[in-house]
């Protein structure tokens, strides 16, 4: 990474320059934690600086909802008179869109923007109608508070008891040019709720004895500024990759912390929780697969896992790298991501194992960087020290290997001395590398070394003079000796390296071919709208089998999905469809004789309600033997997958896969599951 020639990302770049596309309109936020904090309020102040500059300002939308002081405000400013509308014998009124993009103001006030419009307005959503102007170059400032979006839906009803109904998407709030964060303190909005300048007294009463308690508004705060300080932070990593900015800029605390499969992998977790907590920082656990990556298994296996588990408890983003150098890993991540902080393991092994193989440590060490490196020492027990080496058969060293190596050398010497009257001795030498390569090939770097060192011996002792003696008179022999030796340890470093590559790319292309394979099955289905078309003019009776050709179906589906489930785990596991009345039902098992009790039942409809991942290794009823993976749309979850193994146990790389394999059972069964 040293002398790294950074370059614009062509992405961030493309954002950047669409965020100063002129043709476009501008959109402002006025954010707010809770109603009455003034967000109305503080957009109509703002809307009267800029008419004071001479700049085109309109009311499209404004609520004031009675309150004095804002309706003085507004009395100032050109309304766009609202278009009203009769549902179900009550008048409504919604904003006029048309009468808006006729007059074409430069800055157009709209209220409320989680607004639901009326059945057969423009839109379904007044956010979509906001879209509408800044298309037609209209800049647009609006208000909304922080509980209404769709990322905080969840967090809101926990903390409020409340789930707001009218949520729009974090992405339109992402796309915002500016945000300002309406902010007042809870005893200020404690009084102007009794005083009615929120409510009408009877429902402030009311409201201050629910949503509006104490813990509930510092919480929505804290909500509040978490989601501006996550943008600020998005928009600043844009800007430096637009515009080639190597980094960090400490403009707010980020951390990693380097995880691998040591016992001591969680004292690092608890570490760099415990940084991130006082400094009040975003952290990521990041883990290198190394190139040629097998799935660690074992006691390498629960360190990893339990390291990572933690880390998801504790609130870290896990995130997955790959590469052949650990260091170089880290090190990109962290520019990339404006990292401030990297924790990392202090090496247990000696100085001199350290200089022959190298370490991450080292060379995030001498990194030209600007963040700051926290090495920490472990503190676990000896006896962990004991459990976290492999069982005997799994040890590096294995005399077998060692053995076929000297039987290779030895057919090598063997060969030799067939050939020593055709060809010049100092060729002969050359022919060892044949044992070499295929020892580094079969077993590994250290028996290629074995192989290196035995065949110099051999060589010497046999074929150079004085013959059957390990001294050599000649200083050319002890040159060619030299350069075969060097030549040999590195033509067995690079057959290592190579092979591992080889295995890399062999586990990621089984994995691409896997979903690949599990798309075009998937895609070789009828699609519904086909057949509807071909039945819907026919009788009742026919419509029959659009009944039976839905129970073939999803019976494909789900045997499909069973079928790629265990390439990824090897255990037991079913798939469960919603039916037209809201139940359960099972479509496929991988097993006849997996049996599905009434707990098990019963927590997969606790996940199909809520969307979430429970069971087996979970936070949610982890007694249960099988966890349960959502298979869930836009709108709604349809089915889920469960899987007799335990959560907690997958490794990140098998999460995903199986985030994958479920969002493409969704795909292919939504329409089906609804018909």
């Given amino acids: 990474m040293e002398g790294q020639d950074f370059r614009p990302d062509p992405d961030a770049l493309l954002k950047e320059v669409e965020r100063e596309d002129i043709r476009k309109g501008r959109l ?81 006030l709209v209220d409320e923007l989680a607004h639901t419009n009326i059945e057969g307005s423009r839109h379904p959503k007044r956010y979509q109608d906001i879209e509408e102007l800044l298309e037609n170059g209209i800049d647009v400032h609006t208000t909304v508070n922080i509980q209404h979006f769709e990322s905080m839906n969840d967090s809101v009803a926990r903390i409020t008891g409340v789930r707001m109904q009218e949520t729009l998407p974090d992405t339109f709030f992402d796309r915002a040019d500016e945000v300002q964060v309406i902010d007042v303190p809870w005893e200020e909005l404690n009084q102007r709720l009794k005083e009615g300048k929120v409510y009408v007294p009877r429902q402030a009463l009311h409201a201050i004895d629910n949503f509006f308690q104490r813990g509930n508004l510092f919480a929505l705060r804290e909500l509040m500024l978490t989601l501006v300080a996550r943008k600020m932070d998005s928009d600043l990593i844009n800007y430096m990759r637009a515009k080639a900015i190597p980094g960090p800029w400490p403009a707010s605390e980020k951390i990693v912390v380097c995880v691998g499969t040591s016992p001591y992998a969680k004292q690092l977790i608890r570490k760099a929780y415990s940084i991130a907590k006082d400094t009040h920082a975003l952290w990521y656990a990041v883990y290198v697969l190394p190139t040629g990556f097998k799935e660690p298994t074992g006691s390498d296996k629960a360190y990893l896992t339990d390291a990572l588990n933690l880390a998801e408890e504790l609130g870290a983003k896990i995130i997955t790298l790959s590469g052949n150098d650990i260091a170089d890993e880290i090190l ?10 990297i924790v990392i393991g202090k090496p247990l092994r000696s100085m001199l194992a350290e200089f022959v193989k190298g370490s991450p440590v080292t060379k995030l060490l001498y990194a030209r960087s600007e963040f700051e490196l926290h090495m920490i020492s472990p503190t676990t027990e000896a006896k962990e020290k004991a459990a976290s080496l492999p069982p005997p058969g799994q040890r590096s060293f294995n005399p077998s290997h060692y053995l076929w190596t000297a039987l290779m050398v030895i057919a090598a010497t063997a060969l030799n001395a067939l050939l020593e009257q055709v060809i010049d001795p100092f ?23 074995f192989a290196s060192f035995l065949s110099l011996l051999i060589f010497d002792f046999f074929f ?41 790319l062999q586990l ?15 895609l070789t289905l009828p699609p519904l709208e086909q057949l509807v078309e071909g039945l819907a003019n026919l009788s009742q009776e026919t419509m029959g089998t659009l009944a039976f050709l839905r129970t073939t179906i999803l019976n494909d589906i789900s045997t499909l999905t069973v079928k790629y489930i265990q390439q990824v785990v090897c255990a037991p596991c ?63 979850t349809i089915g889920v997958i469960g899987i007799r193994y335990d959560y907690k146990n997958l490794l990140p790389e098998q999460r995903r896969i199986l985030g994958t394999i479920s969002n493409l059972t969704s795909l292919a069964a939504t329409r089906w599951v609804k018909t």
């Fill in 574 to 636: 079913f798939v469960l469809f919603k039916e037209k009345r809201g139940e359960l039902m099972v479509w496929a098992k991988s097993d006849p004789a997996v049996e599905i009790s009434t707990n098990d039942m019963a927590v997969a409809n606790w996940s199909v309600t809520h969307g979430a991942i429970a069971g087996a290794g979970t936070d949610t009823l982890p007694s249960i033997s099988f966890f349960y993976f959502p298979i869930k749309t836009q709108e709604e």
């Fill in 28 to 108: 402002k936020i006025f954010l707010g934690y809770a109603p009455g904090v003034g967000k109305t309020y503080a957009m109509l102040q703002d809307a009267h600086v800029f008419k004071n500059r001479g700049i085109d300002v309109v009311a499209g939308f404004v609520e004031t909802h009675g309150r004095a002081e804002t309706d003085a405000l507004l009395a100032g400013m050109e309304v766009i008179p609202a278009k009203t509308s009769d549902y179900r014998g009550i008048v409504l009124k919604e904003m006029d869109m048309d009468a808006i993009l006729a007059r074409k103001p430069s800055v157009v």
């Fill in 508 to 522: 990621r292309l089984e994995r691409v071919t896997m979903i690949e394979e599990m798309s075009k099955d998937f």
């Fill in 464 to 504: 150079t003079q004085p013959r059957l003696s390990f001294s050599m008179h000649d200083s050319r022999e002890i040159i060619h000796i030299l350069v075969f030796l060097f030549t040999a340890i590195i033509v067995g470093q690079l057959v290592k390296v190579v092979k591992r590559q080889n295995l890399a």
């Fill in 427 to 449: 060729s002969l030498v050359f022919l060892y590398l044949i044992p070499i390569i295929t020892a580094a090939l079969l077993f590994g770097i250290w028996p290629s070394v």
């Fill in 332 to 341: 990109h991540f962290a520019r990339e991501n404006n990292i401030t902080r």
